[in-house]
Each structure stands twice: as C-alpha cells, then as structure tokens.
C-alpha cells in the first residue's frame, strides 16, 4: 500500500495520541470526520495500523531495570529454535525478541523490578531454556530515546 501525505498526517496524529477523536483529528488535518473516518479504516484493513495501545511508564509502574540481553544458541535446528521462540513468547518480562545477524542470535529487551528479579529471570528462566550457549546482559542506566512513532516523513520530506 502506498502512503499519501494524508495517510502520514494521519498515522503521524495517532502514533503521537491514538486516544484522538475522530472529529478533532479530522479538524486537524483538515478533513470531513467521514472521510477521516474511512481512511483510518482503510489504514487498519491493509494492516498498517496494527492496533491502539496504552504506553505504560515503566518506572511508575514499579519496573525499575531495563535490560538488552544477547543469547547464543548452541546449535540452529529447526525444533530447538521453535521451543525457544514460544518459550520467549510466552514470558512477560520480555518486551521485544529479535533474531539477529552478528556475534549473537537473538536479542531480548526485558524489564524487571529489581536486581534479584533479573537474576530469577536469567538463572531461572533463561539459561532453563534449551541450547542456550551463552546469555550476556546489559543494564540500561538511562533511556535517552524512547519512542514507537515511525518516522514517516524522511528528513527532507519533514522540513517542507
């Protein structure tokens, strides 16, 4: 599906508040309401728009350590990976699994309460999982970036 200006205006709008009505997002970039209405519809059928969400702040909410952990798996096979994968899938401490290219296979952003919650996580839950070779993690000290907004106007496109 191919991106109109109107389309970016208005998947820029909800990236920033999807809690937005439709009348005031349609008074903004200067739409009739049916017609916002329609293309945010279109937008959620193509798939583009994947759902709404509420971002919880994580230190409020009492989850005090992020954490970027990098595993190596002893082999690559098709049925070990699998277990792996809906293992991680199914631990709510994780918040994002990457298969990656490099040194490591994957990389976990995790967030946990404290530094005896990290250690269950890791000795416990982690290094249980089988073919893990290796686990090394990185304590965040300070997010000094954090956002889910895709960046959709390119930086020549953003400075009409």
Do not use: W
């Amino acid at each position: 599906m191919t991106l109109n200006d109107i389309d970016k205006t208005i998947l820029s709008h909800l990236q920033a508040d999807s809690s937005i009505s439709i009348v005031e997002l349609a008074r903004k970039i200067k739409l009739s309401q049916p017609a916002t209405h329609a293309r945010i519809k279109r937008l959620e059928e193509a798939g583009l728009i994947r759902g709404y969400v509420a971002l919880v702040d994580r230190e409020k909410a009492g989850f005090d350590l992020l954490c970027f952990i990098h595993i190596t798996m002893q082999l690559n096979q098709h049925k070990q990976i699998q277990k792996y994968t809906d293992a991680i899938r199914a631990m709510p401490e994780v918040l994002e699994c990457h298969h990656i290219t490099g040194e490591y296979d994957y990389l976990l952003k995790a967030v946990v309460r404290n530094r005896h919650e990290l250690e269950r996580f890791v000795n416990g839950k982690l290094t249980s999982l089988p073919g893990i070779a290796r686990i090394h993690t990185s304590l965040v000290f300070t997010e000094v970036k954090s956002t889910t907004a895709l960046p959709l106007y390119s930086s020549a496109e953003g400075d009409k």
